[in-house]
């Protein structure tokens, strides 16, 4: 298993609900549309901020993990392939630009471990 996780900020300007509504009405549409036949799962974590130590609330450093799963590593070179085709990567491009801080974009490639804490 691959999985991709991208933490993304939100264009300036833009409100949180602009940003989700926009995400989850448009964006996700593009993105299904290229990972169909290469992701098994396309998943956005939406982030709300919790108060710090001193008890304050920040603008989170990033709106939404975005993950993706993919069931291997052909796969997943195969989809980032397809991606930079011409005219797909145009769509996509344009389409970030319409919703994120591209100065703030960011793709990992994450090794789980995962713990039992409940010991069973």
């Known amino acids: 298993m691959i999985k991709v996780i991208m ?3 939100r264009r300036p300007g ?5 940003f989700r509504d926009y995400y989850e009405t448009k ?3 593009i993105g299904e549309k290229y990972l169909s036949g290469y992701a098994i ?5 939406f982030t709300d901020p919790l108060p710090d130590r001193s008890g304050n609330i920040t603008d ?6 975005m993950e993706i ?4 590593m052909e796969t997943f070179e ?4 397809n991606l930079q085709e011409p005219e797909i990567k145009k769509e996509i491009n344009e389409d970030e630009e319409k919703i994120f801080d591209l100065s703030m974009m960011r793709s990992y490639i994450v090794e789980e471990h995962e713990s039992n804490i409940n010991n069973t």
């Open 69 to 72: 799963w993919y069931p291997d």
């Open 7 to 9: 933490p993304m900020k």
């Open 14 to 18: 833009m409100s949180i609900d602009e």
């Open 27 to 29: 964006h996700r549409v």
């Open 78 to 81: 195969a989809c980032g392939k």
């Open 60 to 65: 989170p450093e990033f709106d939404v993990l």
């Open 41 to 45: 799962k396309y998943i956005r974590r």
